[in-house]
């Protein structure tokens, strides 16, 4: 008998531990005992801020060592290996790195908005984790209005790294800056509305409300709304200056885009705070379209937030995968395919969403039946939207297949080249085209 | 906070440029000297209305080595390995072109073992100059280094033959005048033949991830494009001519080194484009590959070098020979004064050459345009400045 209540102690604790708000609920409670209401709620927001902070710093590191050790097993290369076991070591040594070089600032760059930046940025990338929901009861803060509050402190990331381009004095780190803005201000519209598209259905605009919903309906919302997903995804991978849409720190074409002029420490700081959004980023496409911390029951035995965690993994992966498959898009085709392709997409299932919310309430159609068929109907719905923008948006060359014809022994000029040209049999090669 | 001159300055062009006419004015971007993307040390130098490229101007002369006015102080023998250096990329084609044109002017019979050697080892540099070419055009599409790590594989196995044959992989300074300075080492054919079976696997993979790529034609269909009048009148040559449908190969047109007697192709593409040329490389490391294949199976035996004096003194004269290297007719001009050293020294770079174009095809386009013809271009400073 001692050794089942050992048994039960043990998964009592693993209760506790499952939801660390119970963590949180022991220490209000202890301080209630002796303490006024507000302490209460001071500290353990602290604790809770403190706990973020702590959780993003080793994250980041051992992001930094997954992505590069990922993106080197694309490339048939080892990545890190030196440094400490399997080059795990390496992001620490790349910081100790950074921290002591020199920090270099441009005679004729405005000293005070140049210094402002690096540190700015990390205000939003900090608070964006404050309404991440790790669990039921497990945010930082779980506002009624989180979408917003989401957008909103995400938004102002843009005002900073136009802070950074202006102020360097710097052409390559101006158009980064010009580019970031442009884009920025683009890709919120197609984020906004795939957002809007979940909010008019699930009719909550709390991020915790969202996963409730989807938890209480036994579906996630990528089966309900896949091309809102795909939409959020390619905007968020776009905010996150990433490739396909890494435009605004081109490597090629513009060196570093609008941190080209810090050194040190300084860009430290940027790379460390997009890879951060990168993980937030993927938490909230987690959250949003994979359920969050919900799996299908499997939340009652593992604590939410590992599945929180997994869900971001797998999602962070595919970020890792398209960077190092795809090439980047131009300028101009990314605004195109913003406005063209990404806005009339999601803006289509917002009225799909409110046309479906309608008939869910004010029909009252039963949601076991009607949910399978509104997710089949949107499915199709999105591969017909995605067949026709191939269709119809798709630029005069590439309507045009590229063909490879072998010149036998036509060796010549023009006269030769034309007879090639004149050829009746099939090209060698031919890709694209309608 | 007092306001340094340059701040003044900057601020006051700002304020004139705000208030005159529709307020905007052209920026001037420098390209380089340093800089990701120039491949080298190479400046280019776009005049920009937003993105829009307005005009290009190229600044070459980093990389100056003055290998020419060197040439001319030693003997031909001795100027072999700066024939390397010129285009680093593709050591074997200079080696073989410069060693032509000093065979021509000393008149050397080469051996035909020697001639199925050269050949071989052209083609592989070939092989590998390409997936250099190719590789770091996808990079200067953005991608993030994935097809040139894959390609870099390719060049790898490449450089290592070089490597036992030679015992140099970039600067390989192996042909000599009348032939090659060693003969094959007896590991070689193996290696090639395990290379020769590996590569169409390797070449359908990249195929399959680059030739149906959207993004990949999104940005280098339409782009670049030139005329195949323009290209002929601008004196390009290689892929870049090849791409705009010119079927000429110094290969068919003009062969040397035994290469009527292998059977190969020439592949053209239709629109001059930079997808033209990345698919003529594509489909020219294929036809490389079959040239290998044919010179294995018939490799002949005899001497790999014939008996030419060390220090020879050719009689007074000129001569001019041009090879195909990877990127376009490459020639090399030996004048002769008797002594021992050439009287001029000449190398015609299809690198710079090619880049003269560059102002043609990049005008009216963005600068991310103007960087991906740049790559397609495939130039190589060392060439461009010698």
């Known amino acids: 008998m001692t050794d089942l209540a050992g048994l039960s102690s043990v998964l009592g604790a693993w209760y506790d531990f499952r939801d660390l708000n119970n963590l949180q609920r022991l220490i209000t409670e202890w301080i209630a005992d002796w303490g006024p209401d507000w302490l209460a709620s001071i500290i353990t927001g602290v604790l809770g801020a403190l706990g973020i902070l702590g959780v993003i710093g080793p994250t980041l590191l051992i992001l930094i060592w997954v992505e590069r050790k990922v993106i080197a097993r694309f490339q048939q290369r080892y990545g890190p290996n030196r440094v400490g076991p399997k080059g795990l070591l390496q992001p620490v040594a790349d910081a100790v790195k950074l921290i002591l070089k020199e920090q270099l600032a441009p005679r004729a760059a405005d000293k005070l908005i140049f210094f402002l930046p690096p540190v700015l940025i990390f205000i939003p990338g900090v608070l964006i984790w404050g309404v991440l929901p790790f669990g039921p009861r497990m945010s930082v803060a779980d506002l009624n209005v989180g979408v917003l509050f989401l957008l909103a402190v995400s938004g102002t990331a843009v005002l900073v790294i136009f802070m950074a381009g202006w102020s360097s004095n710097n052409k390559y780190a101006l158009f980064g800056a010009m580019r970031a803005v442009a884009m920025s201000i683009s890709y919120e519209v197609p984020m906004v509305l795939a957002l809007l598209t979940l909010v008019v259905f699930s009719g909550t605009m709390s991020i915790n409300g969202i996963v409730q919903w989807q938890q209480q309906e036994d579906v996630i919302f990528i089966l309900l709304f896949p091309l809102s997903a795909i939409a959020f995804f390619f905007a968020a991978s776009a905010e996150l200056n990433r490739t396909p849409a890494d435009i605004s720190e081109a490597e090629s074409e513009i060196v570093a885009g609008y941190h080209t002029e810090y050194s040190g420490m300084r860009f430290g700081l940027f790379y460390a705070v997009e890879l951060g959004n990168t993980l937030v980023v993927s938490a909230f496409i987690a959250t949003f379209f994979l359920g969050g911390w919900w799996l299908w029951g499997l939340d009652q035995w593992v604590p939410s937030w590992i599945i929180l965690l997994a869900k971001t993994g797998a999602v962070y992966f595919l970020l890792i995968w398209t960077r190092g498959t795809l090439p980047r898009l131009r300028v101009d085709q990314l605004m195109g395919f913003c406005w063209k392709a990404l806005v009339p997409a999601t803006l289509l299932f917002v009225v799909v969403a409110f046309v479906e919310r309608t008939l869910l309430i004010s029909e009252g159609w039963d949601t076991t039946v009607a949910l399978p068929i509104m997710a089949v109907f949107n499915i199709a719905l999105s591969l017909g939207a995605v067949m026709l923008f191939a269709r119809v948006a798709r630029p005069a060359p590439l309507r045009r297949p590229a063909r490879i014809r072998m010149a036998g022994s036509d060796i010549g000029g023009l006269r030769a080249a034309r007879e090639v040209a004149a050829r009746r049999e099939a090209p060698q090669l031919q890709v694209g085209g309608d | ?386």
């Open chain 2, 1 to 386: 906070m007092t306001m340094s001159d340059d701040t003044r300055l900057a601020m006051q062009g700002t304020i004139e440029a705000l208030t005159a006419g529709d307020g905007s004015e052209p920026v001037v971007v420098n390209l380089g000297p340093q800089h990701p993307s120039t491949h080298g040390v190479f400046r280019l130098k776009v005049t920009l209305d937003g993105e829009i490229v307005q005009d290009a101007e190229m600044r070459i002369g980093y990389l100056h080595r003055s290998m020419e006015k060197l040439a001319e102080e030693r003997s031909y023998t001795q100027n072999i390995p700066f024939t390397d250096r010129i285009d680093y990329l593709a050591a074997m084609s200079n080696n073989l072109a410069y060693c032509l044109a000093a065979e021509e002017l000393l008149g050397v019979e080469v051996p035909p073992r020697a001639q199925a050697i050269r050949v071989m080892f052209a083609e592989l540099q070939r092989v590998a100059s390409h997936a250099m070419a190719n590789g770091t055009f996808i990079n200067d599409c953005g991608a993030w280094h994935t097809p040139l790590f894959h390609m870099f594989r390719d060049r790898e196995r490449v450089l290592d033959m070089f490597e036992m044959t030679c015992g140099a992989r970039l600067t390989t300074n192996y042909m000599r005048i009348g032939g090659v300075a060693f003969d094959l080492p007896d590991e070689l054919l193996p290696t090639l033949e395990q290379f020769l079976a590996d590569m169409p696997e390797n070449i359908a993979n990249y195929e399959a991830l680059l030739l149906e790529n959207e993004i990949l034609h999104a940005r280098a269909r339409g782009v670049g494009v030139i005329s195949p009048e323009m290209a002929i009148n601008s004196s390009l040559s290689g892929p870049v001519l090849r791409g705009t449908g010119v079927p000429w190969d110094l290969r068919k047109a003009n062969p040397y080194c035994g290469y009527e007697s292998y059977e190969f192709d020439v592949p053209v593409g239709e629109q001059g484009d930079c997808f033209d040329r990345f698919l003529v490389r594509m489909a020219e490391v294929k036809e490389s590959l079959r040239i290998l294949r044919q010179v294995v199976d018939t490799l002949p035996d005899g001497p790999y070098l014939a008996d030419v004096p060390l220090h020879a003194r050719p009689e007074p004269g000129e001569s001019y020979a041009r090879v195909e290297s990877p990127r376009g007719e490459l020639g090399f001009y030996l004048v002769s004064d008797g002594g021992p050293a050439p009287y001029r020294f000449h190398c015609r770079p299809p690198s710079l050459i090619n880049l003269s174009a560059l102002k043609e095809m990049s005008i009216g386009g963005t600068l991310a345009d103007a960087i991906v013809t740049l790559g397609s271009i495939d130039i190589v400073v060392g060439e461009i400045d010698r």
